[in-house]
């Protein structure tokens, strides 16, 4: 597995443990914790996916909807 993909799975699953805690008025000290750690952790998960090592083939002007080609078809009739 990707390096960036555990790192966006780790986040998230942060992001649902936060949630759970509020949810089910857990520890106040684990509620603020992830609040405090948030922005840190989401700029982590934003900075390891844009540094990830994945060539992208497409280009915007070629690409620019995934089902263009099946728009176009469908607009030719």
Known sequence: M???L???GI???ALILFVT???FNLSMFLIWLLF???P???LWMVWSVLIA???VNETFEKQWYQDEPEMLR???H
Do not use: W
């Open 2 to 4: 990707k390096n960036y």
């Open 36 to 38: 405090l750690a948030g």
């Open 74 to 76: 469908m607009m030719e």
């Open 6 to 8: 555990s790192v966006v």
């Open 53 to 55: 090592d994945v060539l």
């Open 21 to 23: 805690a509020i949810q």
């Open 11 to 13: 986040v998230t699953g």
């Open 40 to 42: 840190a952790l989401v």
